[in-house]
Structure formats: structure tokens, C-alpha cells
């Protein structure tokens, strides 16, 4: 029988802010445990909490981005259970009110493009981290992460593989990113991820019995969590057997899931309206105010590179994976406007390994837009020997010269001296008889191999935008037909 796999995705990010949801405690990764906390975070009894308004301009940011619907009045609820990391024994949350409603985020494109549905977006608080003995004897708490702003993302079961749950996370984390609201770095739990899977008979409308996998480490673990289960469903089903709806961990290293949990009843978090925390009203010139903050987004971006520049998808899928770089790469196809094309090989390739090589951000690059730019120009223009490009890029890294001294001072100008081309050309001519007797007779075509003929004879000094030119004048010379005559 054939299958269709069904996913849904519940994403948590952290928002990028300086201080925590409701108090003034920092909120940053890695500082000493317990170190950034305060009575409204740690749950005091008499403390109040406070909104922070930065968490909600980048709430409603995201909440544009993915086209979903601001809503007017927004509350907090506190969802009560208990946890050693949840000093408060309850989460600040959103229940039934939660700021934003609806929303869609594409995967594919072109042809393949596929609108996911977002069913909700919620701004919560979050709760601290256990650390654990290496007997299992003992649990430490730290309570920095407590009351950290997340955003909480949840996807409809619009994914149909675990491919295309990779690409909705990719698209996701590049959305926000681009947006400013979160790093999104995995390692340090700004980005955390929960996969809910099922199969069903192809044609069969109703969902067959899910499964949530949790312990997803990066999008890689989920795309493999996610094929792991759905052969493991397969395999129970055709077994004859049924499955349970439950919580499984992924164990990375041993490439599978384990049953954390049966998920026989939904708790109950017996959630109401936080007394502490007031309605907040979203007016419509707040959110025009942080509407105006939005970039181009990155699928936009590579879908216009592609429309209007002519570049691969590759490329600029590339180029638009790091905004800076993006950013970056505008600016020089807006110095060098004859070429974007040629500016994206530039930029993806050379320039963005010499970035790699030395660790530097796109920010730190030595070589500015305007140098790149420059140089691009330079060997377009044959002013610059093509093979000696790359060579004067990298010394570009390390010489803040202008770039023609560079060039100069690493013998890379090219050979554009008429007598020089011209005895270059001779030369050709005599090492490839037969393509100048083609090129007599009016064989255009033969003016390459006579090109390819002086960039070989003089290892790529020479111009060979300048060689036709001379080719043409030593073709017209009186006695350039008996010099070489038919065989
Ligand atoms: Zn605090």
C-alpha cells in the first residue's frame, strides 16, 4: 500500500531582545548560572511583571512576514504545571487571545511552490534549564533563561516529507534572521523545534495517528527523526500492529526514537488571564510603524535575482542564505551594473572563500563593495589579466592600496601595448596556420582559436578583448593572402 507521509511543526524562537518578557533582567546566552534573574523572574510573591514593547515589535514583525493577522487586543494567560525550572509553577502564555491569527509561509518555488499554513503564532515567557549529575543523582537549576521572550510557531500538518519540513525550518530561520527578531541559533536553544508525524492510506482524508519527536538537535535531526519514523509507522502498520499516540526523543547517535512518554490524556494547564498583566492594545499605526522596519525578505530576494537578474536559483539561494551577504552583493552589482551575473560568481565564489579562509564576517571584509566592484570592472574591461583575478582579490584582503596598484604592483595589468599585441598576434598566426588560413577565408569562428592561441602564447597577459581588433588589421594588411597560401 502506498503512504502520504503528514507533518506539522511547533517551532519556538527566542526574540532577540535585551532584556527578558516581563522584567529588566538580561536576557543572553551563557553568562554564570542564576546570575541574571530578579523577583519578577524568579516569581516572587509581590513582584509584577511588565510587557516588554521590543518583544512585541518583533512579534508583530514575524507575525507580518508570515501574512498573518494582527489582532487588535491581545491578553497573557498563565498555564499552570508544575517543574523544577518554573519557579512561578506557571508560564506566562497566550490562550485564546493570542496577538496574531492565520499565516503562511512558502516552501518550493516556481513551479513547485507550496503555501504552509500557519495555524498559530503566541509570544510566551521561558522557563529555566536542569542541568543533570553524571550519576543521575542530583539536578542543578539555573533560572537565567527564565521569562526569556519565545515566540511560538505552529505549523498545520501541511508537510508531506521530511524534506519539506527541512525547507520550511530553513525558510523559517532565514525569515527571522532577515527580520532581526532571533538568531535563531540552535546550539544555544534559540531555536528549538518539536515534529508531530503520521501516515495515512494515499486518498485517505483522515489523519492517521501521530507521533510527537522531540530532542531535535538541528534541522539535519529532524529530517532524519522524521524518515526514521515514518519507515518505523510503515513497518508497524504492515506488521499488523497499530500506532499509539505518543512522545518519542531522538537519539541521534544511535539514529532513532525512543518512547519518552504515551500520550493517552491532553493535560489539563487550567490556563486563565494573568490578573498582573493588563490587555495590550495593537493600534494600527504601531503596527504600520514596524511594518515600515521590514526588509526585503529572503524569498523575495532570490526570487528577484533570479526574475530580474538573470542568476541561478543556486546562486542566489546562496547569496540571499546570509543577509549581510546580500546585502553586500546589491551593492556591488549596483557599482558594476553590466553583469549581475558575473558579480554573483565573484561573490559566491572567490570573495565568499577568502571570507571563509580568514573567518570574517561579511561586515569585517577588508574588500568593499566598491573595491569588488572595482576590480570586476578592471577585468571586464581586459584591463586586468584574467588569470591572475583571483591572485589580486586575495591580496586585496591584506593591501588596502587602491586597486589598480595592486594590479600594477602584481604585474597583472594586461598586455594592451598595439606592437606588443600585434607580434603576440604574428605569433598565433604562425603556431596556428591552419585557423588563420579559416579566418582568411572568412571563417569568423576561427578568431577564437587565434585568440585562444595569444592568451596561451603569452599565459593570459594579454587582452583579449583588444586581439580581434589586430587580427582584423593584420588581415587587411596588402599582403596577408600570399603570406599564407591555399593549400
Ligand atoms: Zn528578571
Redesign the pocket.
Known amino acids: 500500500m502506498n503512504y502520504e507521509t503528514v507533518i506539522g511543526l511547533e517551532v519556538h524562537v527566542q526574540l532577540a531582545t535585551r532584556t527578558?518578557m516581563?522584567?529588566?533582567?538580561r536576557a543572553e546566552f551563557g553568562a554564570e548560572p542564576n546570575t541574571?534573574?530578579?523577583?519578577?523572574?524568579?516569581g516572587l510573591p509581590g513582584a509584577l511583571p511588565v510587557v516588554n514593547k521590543r518583544a512585541f515589535d518583533h512579534a508583530i514583525k514575524a507575525a507580518l512576514a508570515f501574512h498573518a493577522k494582527v489582532a487588535r487586543h491581545t491578553k497573557f494567560d498563565r498555564k499552570n504545571y508544575f517543574y523544577p525550572d518554573l519557579p512561578k509553577a506557571y508560564q506566562i502564555s497566550q490562550f485564546d487571545m493570542p496577538y496574531c491569527a492565520g499565516g503562511w509561509l512558502e516552501i518550493g518555488q516556481n513551479g513547485d511552490a507550496k503555501r504552509i499554513g500557519i495555524t498559530r503564532i503566541h509570544l510566551e515567557e521561558d522557563a529555566g534549564k536542569l542541568l543533570h549529575s553524571t550519576d543521575h543523582r542530583a539536578s542543578a537549576v539555573d533560572l537565567n533563561r527564565?521569562?526569556t521572550p519565545l515566540l511560538e510557531i505552529v505549523s498545520e500538518p501541511d508537510l508531506r516529507s521530511p524534506a519539506e519540513a527541512h525547507q520550511y525550518l530553513t525558510n523559517l530561520k532565514l525569515t527571522l534572521k532577515y527580520l532581526g527578531v532571533s538568531d535563531c541559533n540552535m546550539e544555544e536553544g534559540s531555536l528549538r523545534c518539536d515534529a508531530n508525524v503520521s501516515i495515512r492510506p494515499v486518498g485517505q482524508e483522515k489523519f492517521g495517528v501521530k507521533v510527537e519527536i522531540k530532542n531535535l538537535n538541528s534541522f539535519r535531526a529532524v529530517e532524519k527523526a522524521l524518515a526514521h519514523e515514518v519507515v518505523r509507522h510503515r513497518e508497524v502498520i504492515e506488521a499488523g500492529g497499530t500506532i499509539r499516540q505518543e512522545t518519542r526523543l531522538w537519539d541521534e547517535a544511535a539514529g532513532v526514537t525512543r518512547l519518552l512518554r504515551s500520550k493517552e490524556q491532553a493535560h489539563d494547564y487550567r490556563y486563565f488571564p494573568d490578573p498582573d498583566l493588563p490587555v495590550v492594545e495593537i493600534g494600527e499605526a504601531w503596527v504600520r510603524e514596524v511594518a515600515a522596519e521590514i526588509p526585503e525578505l529572503p524569498l523575495a530576494k532570490i526570487a528577484r535575482y533570479q526574475r530580474e537578474m538573470g542568476l541561478s536559483r543556486y546562486d542566489a539561494e546562496v547569496i540571499c542564505d546570509e543577509q549581510p551577504l546580500s546585502l553586500f552583493f546589491d551593492e556591488t552589482a549596483r557599482l558594476f551594473p553590466d553583469s549581475p551575473k558575473k558579480v554573483a560568481n565573484w561573490v559566491t565564489q572567490d570573495f565568499k572563500a577568502n571570507l571563509n579562509a580568514r573567518r570574517l564576517a561579511v561586515a569585517h571584509s577588508p574588500v568593499t563593495p566598491a573595491r569588488l566592484a572595482e576590480l570586476i570592472r578592471l577585468v571586464e574591461q581586459g584591463e586586468v589579466q584574467k588569470l591572475k583575478a583571483k591572485e589580486i582579490l586575495e591580496a586585496m584582503f591584506d593591501d588596502d592600496r587602491p586597486v589598480e596598484a595592486i594590479v600594477d604592483s602584481r604585474g597583472g595589468r594586461a598586455v594592451r601595448d598595439a606592437g606588443a599585441m600585434e607580434s603576440l598576434a604574428e605569433k598565433a598566426i604562425a603556431a596556428a596556420p591552419r585557423a588563420w588560413q579559416d579566418y582568411l577565408g572568412g571563417k569568423e569562428a576561427a578568431l577564437k582559436s587565434l585568440v585562444g592561441q595569444c592568451m596561451k602564447l603569452s599565459r593570459g597577459a594579454a587582452d583579449p578583448k583588444a586581439l580581434p581588433a589586430i587580427f582584423e588589421r593584420i588581415r587587411a594588411r596588402p599582403h596577408a593572402q600570399p603570406l599564407f597560401p591555399k593549400p
Open positions: 527578558k516581563f522584567c529588566a533582567c541574571l534573574v530578579c523577583p519578577v523572574c524568579l527564565c521569562g
